[in-house]
């Protein structure tokens, strides 16, 4: 299984706990070190009820900290990848208005 690392992608990894507050935090720290382009959201975050503040939360963070910032989705580690890509496909498409 190709990983978006192995498809030349610069990857920053963040794992987000349970606690709503504390992935928030996670989530800025990231932003606050680097500009993203692209966040994949796995689908853990995404369809387990036990999650829903947590990506609630983060959506809305990710969207205030950097408007406009192209999210995509995995349904298992092994379309993470194709999720990248679709990711970085629509982003182009915006920017250059294809």
């Known amino acids: ?16 706990p349970e606690d709503p507050n504390a992935a928030e935090s996670a989530v800025r720290g ?3 070190k680097k500009t993203v382009d692209v966040v994949e959201i796995g689908s853990k975050i995404r369809t387990s009820h036990d999650y829903t ?34 990711g970085f496909t ?6 250059y208005d294809l």
Do not use: I, K, Y
Not at 70 to 81: A, G, K, M, Y
Not at 90 to 95: F, L, M, N, P, Y
């Open 30 to 32: 990231v932003f606050a």
């Open 90 to 95: 629509g982003q182009a498409r915006r920017h």
């Open 53 to 86: 503040l947590v990506f609630e939360r983060n959506s809305n963070t990710m969207g205030a900290l950097h408007p406009g910032v192209w999210s995509c989705f995995n349904d298992s580690p092994e379309t993470t990848l194709q999720a990248v890509r679709r």
């Open 1 to 16: 299984m190709e990983s978006p690392r192995d498809a030349v992608f610069e990857v920053t990894l963040c794992l987000l």
